[in-house]
């Protein structure tokens, strides 16, 4: 066709296609895109599934480290006793204390050691132990071991204690004796010196401490025997005996009175006894006049000091 100016125009051409909608996206949230509302972030499957895998992976070895703590068929340790420390004593008794462990169970028991044999044992709940019958004077050395479901902890670390010391007034005097007599004067006519060792057996009156004692004494082939009373430190008492007089072939019992006075001087711990072992004292020899008929024995007095020791 020619328009008016005689320009040809050709035909109209064919509508052309609307573009083809594009291919939406994979809703992997599964939120719908029709509702208006932003799409959420999405986060990739395999991102997630290693997240939750390490999540697992913690929480299965905290389970694990709590089960080696607590587990009851891995018990915690028996502790071992520290902190002994001395109590008070007395000349035959002494007491100490310990500490508990600060952390885990308490023992069933404790069992302590005196000088490496067991001196008796207290529940787990007690920590400490009093131990009497003992000598005084004496050390003592102790150990604590903890024992709980048979098992037994480290021993203790060494306490080192001691009994108290009595004064001497309580020292028992007993046994066998040997006591040296030295002259320190003469009163009378028959003067010489008699210096020269006895043999003493004392025998106490009570069962235990200090207390009055029978003396049986030996002076050579001559015996006697006396009681000595005990006040403090010190006995005294008298004893009568003889020696001869006159040749050995008119031989006269000569009448002597011992008066003794001793006190003890050192002693120790043996036996649960505060045991006298020194001695110390004066003795006073009083010879009677005695007539024969060829002679006669004067009156005189010797006068002695005394040191003796168990025999």
Request: charged content about 10%; hydrophobic content about 40%.
């Amino acid at each position: 066709m020619t328009d008016p100016e005689g320009t040809a125009q050709s035909a109209p051409a064919a509508a052309a296609a609307p573009p083809a909608p594009a291919t939406a996206p994979e809703n992997v949230t599964g939120h719908d895109p029709a509702i208006g509302q932003a799409p959420a972030t999405v986060v990739p499957r395999r991102r997630r599934r290693w997240a939750v895998l390490v999540l697992a992976a913690v929480v299965v070895l905290g389970l694990a480290a709590g089960l080696v703590v607590w587990a009851p068929w891995t018990p915690p340790p028996v502790l071992r006793p520290t902190g002994l420390m001395a109590g008070p004593s007395t000349a035959n008794s002494v007491a100490f204390h310990w500490s508990g462990p600060r952390t885990g169970p308490l023992p069933d028991k404790y069992l302590v050691l005196n000088n490496g044999t067991a001196a008796g044992s207290v529940t787990g709940t007690v920590t400490s132990f009093r131990q009497a019958g003992l000598s005084p004077a004496t050390t003592y050395q102790y150990s604590v071991v903890a024992v709980r479901g048979g098992k037994r902890s480290p021993q203790s670390a060494l306490l080192t204690v001691r009994t108290l010391t009595p004064p001497m007034s309580q020292a028992r005097l007993q046994g066998s004796w040997g006591v040296y007599v030295k002259t320190v004067k003469t009163i009378g006519p028959a003067g010489g010196r008699r210096n020269g060792y006895m043999t003493w057996q004392f025998s106490p009156v009570c069962r235990a401490g200090a207390c009055g004692v029978i003396l049986h004494g030996k002076n050579g082939p001559f015996s006697f025997k006396g009681k000595l009373a005990h006040r403090g430190a010190v006995y005294t008492g008298q004893a009568v005996t003889h020696f001869g007089c006159g040749s050995s072939a008119s031989y006269t019992p000569y009448p002597v009175t011992l008066t003794i006075k001793i006190h003890t001087t050192k002693a120790i711990g043996e036996n649960q006894e505060w045991a006298a072992t020194s001695l110390a004292g004066t003795i006073v020899m009083a010879f009677h006049f005695v007539s024969t008929g060829t002679g006669y024995c004067p009156a005189f007095t010797v006068k002695g000091s005394l040191a003796g020791t168990p025999a």
